[in-house]
C-alpha cells in the first residue's frame, strides 16, 4: 500500500521568508496529493492541492510542485507571517478508485517568528 | 464545499464505557471516512463508510472495536466501544463531495479517558 514521508518534522523561519515541506510517496499509481493545515485545537483544512497531470500550481504565496518520476512532491510559501504558523500534513490518493482514501504524512510544526 | 457537523465537540470518558460520535453533512456525498489523530500525531484512516453496507475496516482496526453505521448518504456514526486511554484521539469524519474529489474534514471530536 501507499506509505507517505514528509520532511522535516518541524521547520522555523522569520517572518518574510520562504518554507519548503517536502513529501515523497511509494505507490507510483496515486495522482492526487492535497495539503492541509492544522491550526492548534483546529481540523485539518485543505489549503492545495494537486493532480498528476499538472506539475505545478500555485494559490497566492502558496504553491505545491509534483515530480512523478522521483515521486515527490512540495509545498512552498512565500512571504510567511506568523499566521502560518501551524501543522502541515502532505497526503496520496488514488481517486476515484482504491476509495479515496487518504494516506497523510506525519506532519510538518511551522513557526514564523516576527 | 461541504458543512460536515460532528457531535459531541468534546467529551470526557471514562474508560470501559462506550461513546457514539455522529456526522451530519449538508447534502449528500459519495463517500464518508472515519480518521482518528492520536496526541501529536498524524491522521490515520479508521474506515470508510459504506452506505447501506459493512464500513471496509483499514488494518488494525476492527468492527467490535470502532462499529460505524452509515443509514443514508448524509450521516454515520462512529462508536468506540470500551475506551481505554489509549483511544484518547480526535476523531475526524471526511466525506468526498463527489466535485473534484476533494475531501473535506468535520470539525473533529476530542475525546478523552479517563
Known amino acids: 500500500g501507499e506509505n507517505v514521508e514528509q520532511h522535516p518534522s518541524t521547520l522555523s523561519v522569520q517572518e518574510g521568508d520562504s518554507a519548503v515541506i517536502k513529501c515523497t510517496y511509494s505507490d507510483s499509481a496515486s495522482n492526487y496529493f492535497p495539503w492541509y493545515k492544522q491550526e492548534l485545537g483546529k481540523r485539518p483544512q485543505l489549503i492545495i492541492d494537486?493532480?498528476?497531470?499538472?506539475g505545478e500550481k500555485k494559490d497566492q504565496r502558496i504553491a505545491v510542485t509534483l515530480n512523478k518520476t522521483a515521486k515527490h512532491f512540495s509545498l512552498h510559501i512565500t512571504e510567511t507571517q506568523p499566521e502560518d504558523s501551524a501543522v502541515y500534513f502532505c497526503a496520496a490518493s488514488l481517486l476515484p478508485y482504491n476509495t479515496d482514501k487518504l494516506i497523510f504524512g506525519t506532519g510538518t510544526r511551522l513557526q514564523v517568528f516576527p | 464545499s461541504a458543512v460536515i457537523s460532528q457531535k459531541p465537540s468534546r467529551d470526557i470518558c471514562q474508560r470501559g464505557t462506550s461513546l457514539t460520535i455522529q456526522c451530519q453533512v449538508d447534502?449528500?456525498?459519495?463517500?464518508m471516512f472515519w480518521y482518528r489523530q492520536q496526541p501529536g500525531q498524524s491522521l490515520t484512516l479508521i474506515a470508510t463508510a459504506n452506505q447501506g453496507s459493512e464500513a471496509t475496516y483499514e488494518s488494525g482496526f476492527v468492527i467490535d472495536k470502532f462499529p460505524i453505521s452509515r443509514p443514508n448518504l448524509t450521516f454515520s456514526t462512529l462508536t468506540v466501544s470500551n475506551m481505554s486511554p489509549e483511544d484518547s484521539s480526535i476523531y475526524l469524519c471526511s466525506v468526498d463531495t463527489g466535485v473534484g474529489n476533494t475531501i473535506y474534514f468535520g470539525e473533529g471530536s476530542w475525546l478523552t479517558v479517563v
Open positions: 494537486i493532480r498528476s497531470n499538472v
Open positions: 447534502s449528500q456525498v459519495t463517500m
